[in-house]
């Protein structure tokens, strides 16, 4: 076939990422001309990698969405030149890929008799999500849709795009158009099709909710969201996006970074550290086995020992790095300067330490960190640290900073064999650049709260370091307890901020707000500014402790709720905080129970779903004679995370 595609383009800073670049050059591979639609301006770097990716790059004003976009793109190539093809493809920058070759879907959908068709289709719904009544229709998702010459060359075809309305909103751009293309030209007669059918996965939006699943059967379209949409969503609709990269990672050649390049640079890294699983439980035992390299670069260990006694645990652990290292040290007097040296002098493992007085006791380990030792970690002599430090937390119970302490120690060098385990990680990943221990919360405080006063030091820090993310609503992404795993480069813009020694709080502190306390919450968002990505790593004992406290406080609170998931507790909860939290408040209303229309289409989906699963040939006569199965769930059908006009 004879193929012009046009592509719609846009992002608020005007940088066309690689994954688009990427998915230009793999286009262009099954068509024979690429028209890229940018609404907005681009940078100068950009413009010059996309024109280079296609045939002819057009600057618009950011109006009307990717719709107008696409119109846009038609009106340029000529509705008479149209006709000329055998397909134009409509596409817009709101997946990754192709994850596998575009050939694979285009010779698939040739064989098929259709008018136009779509990668994927959204199942109609029944009331509107977006109006509350009425229904929404089958549609092919415009996301990527193909458009064949009976329709290209038809009066129909140029009247539906000169009579296309104004599109303000994003519910304009779904009403109006999303949902409406495929009724509008199979109403004219045309045949539309979808190369994955929501009657064969169980779900109104197979592209999304069944991600994996489509994933295994080789969809080459990743959709962008599902790493920054609201968790609430993936875990309501179990979408499985964790076991749809580890299937990426085993049977496709697509490069990950291109994902998370750019990624990290419009998400919330609470919301993509839990959509994409970005946590490792990691064995005493090494994965790749004792026999396998160990070229890990230059490793140090950086540690702040105040209390001295506690040395020689520490010692114990950082023992446990399996490759030589250096030991830079900071402290805060002579003496305990000439203790550790002695201590390292009977260590093996360490190839050079570094021992140093801090000028100042202000700021704790900190800023020991940040000023004492940023000569050191400022540039790329070391590949990857640990940063440790002798911590007790005396302000607590004895009992709450012991567990505390070896949270941090265990989850960073628990055993040779771990420690194995995380350097693999580094070496294998690299969009890794900080690896943490889990939030700590057994004891403390710490979910839903943990900015604890100190987010607007924070955004003020970050301005200071020209650090440009999204920061998460309430519980940051942070390195709690200031120990953790790190490539230098990915603290960089903090390293080379000349701090001073002033700008650090005085003994006794224990307040939030501080300089300190912003900078521990501030470094998981210099690592995703760098363009890296955030792990969290547990060793097994201590993520079953974790998880096993975890479960039982989820349980208790859920138990005190009115009976109904996770989405209705949450919203139950927020209703009573926008409420000022009244004690005597009515109890809340239980979820609203479903109506025999929605049980008897839930009824029909099992029977369906039950059918081609036990007895796939009945399931094939019969699906003809099926009636669209109805769901309520509100689809994430277009981005809405782009084209503000």
């Known amino acids: 076939m004879h193929r012009i595609a046009v592509f719609s383009f846009y992002n608020e800073r005007g940088i066309a ?7 230009l050059e793999k286009l262009r591979e099954v068509v024979d001309k690429v028209i890229v639609v940018s609404n907005g301006d681009l940078s100068k770097h950009s413009e010059i990698a996309v024109k280079a990716s296609c045939d002819q790059l057009l600057v618009r004003e950011n109006k009307g969405f990717d719709i107008w976009g696409y119109k846009a793109g038609i009106e340029a190539i000529g509705y008479d030149a149209l006709s000329e093809y055998d397909e134009l493809i409509l596409l817009n920058d709101t997946c990754y890929g192709p994850l596998f070759p575009f050939s694979e879907m285009f010779s698939e959908m040739e064989g098929r008799e259709n008018d136009f068709w779509g990668a994927a289709a959204h199942k109609e719904m029944t009331p509107n999500p977006f109006t509350g009544t009425g229904h929404l229709p089958w ?21 539906y795009w000169v009579n296309l309305p104004e599109i303000k909103t994003y519910t304009d751009a779904v009403l109006l158009h999303e949902s409406q293309f495929t009724r509008h030209f199979t109403d004219l007669g045309y045949s539309a099709e979808a190369y994955i059918d929501p009657e064969k996965y169980g779900s109104h939006y ?40 580890r299937v990426l990672e085993e049977t496709s050649d697509y490069d990950m970074n291109l994902i998370w390049r750019n990624v990290l640079r419009v998400s919330e890294l609470r919301n993509l550290n839990s959509n994409a699983a970005l946590m490792s439980v990691l064995p005493d035992k090494r994965i790749k086995g004792a ?39 900071t402290t805060d007097t002579p003496e305990k300067k000439a203790d550790i040296e002695a201590a390292l002098a009977k260590r093996a493992g360490i190839n050079k330490a570094i021992v140093r007085v801090v000028e100042q006791n202000r700021g704790r380990d900190m800023s020991a960190f940040f000023i004492s030792t940023r000569d050191l970690l400022v540039d790329d002599r070391y590949d990857l640290v640990c940063r440790v430090h002798s911590k007790k937390t005396p302000q607590v119970q004895a009992s709450k900073g012991n567990l505390f302490k070896r949270h941090m120690f265990e989850n960073l060098l628990n055993s040779r064999g771990y420690v194995h385990n995380v350097l693999d990680m580094f070496h294998d990943n690299p969009s890794i650049g900080f690896a943490i221990p889990p939030m700590i919360h057994i004891a403390f405080p710490t979910m839903g709260h943990s900015w604890f006063g100190n987010k607007p030091r924070v955004a003020e820090t970050a301005r200071l370091l020209n650090i440009d993310v999204k920061f998460d609503d309430t519980t940051p992404v942070a390195a709690y307890g200031g120990m953790f795993w790190f490539r230098p480069r990915a603290l960089r813009k903090i390293f080379a901020h000349t701090w001073k020694w002033e700008e650090f709080d005085p003994e006794p502190y224990f307040d939030d707000g501080d300089l300190a306390h912003a900078l521990e919450r501030l470094m998981a968002y210099a690592a995703q500014d760098a363009g890296y990505t955030t792990r969290h790593i547990a060793c097994s004992h201590q993520a079953a402790h974790a998880y096993a406290m975890l479960e039982f406080k989820m349980q208790k609170l859920a138990s005190v709720m009115p009976s109904g998931d996770f989405l209705w507790h949450g919203h139950v909860l927020s209703e009573w905080k926008k409420a000022g939290y009244p004690l005597e408040a009515p109890p809340p209303p239980a979820p609203p129970p479903p109506s025999v229309k929605r049980s008897l289409a839930d009824l029909n989906l099992a029977i369906k779903s039950s059918l081609k699963f036990r007895v796939p040939i009945l399931f094939t006569i019969l699906r003809p004679f099926y009636r669209g199965t109805r769901a309520v769930l509100q689809p994430v059908s277009r981005r809405n995370e782009q084209r503000t006009s």
């Open 17 to 23: 990422d690689d994954y688009v670049i990427f998915l």
């Open 139 to 159: 549609h092919l998702q415009t996301y990527f849709i193909a458009i064949r010459k009976d329709i290209l060359k038809s009066a129909d075809f140029k009247k």
């Open 206 to 245: 197979p592209a999304f909710i069944n991600i994996d699943e489509a994933i295994i059967n080789r969809f080459p379209l990743l959709k962008r969201r599902l790493f920054f949409h609201d968790p609430t969503f993936l875990e309501h609709n179990a979408i499985d996006l964790p076991r749809a990269l």
């Open 291 to 329: 026999g396998a390299p160990a070229d890990y670069g230059n490793v140090a260990v950086c540690a702040h020992i105040y209390y001295t006694d506690m040395l020689d645990e520490m010692l114990d652990l950082t023992g446990n790095i399996p490759v030589p290292y250096d030991f830079i040290a």
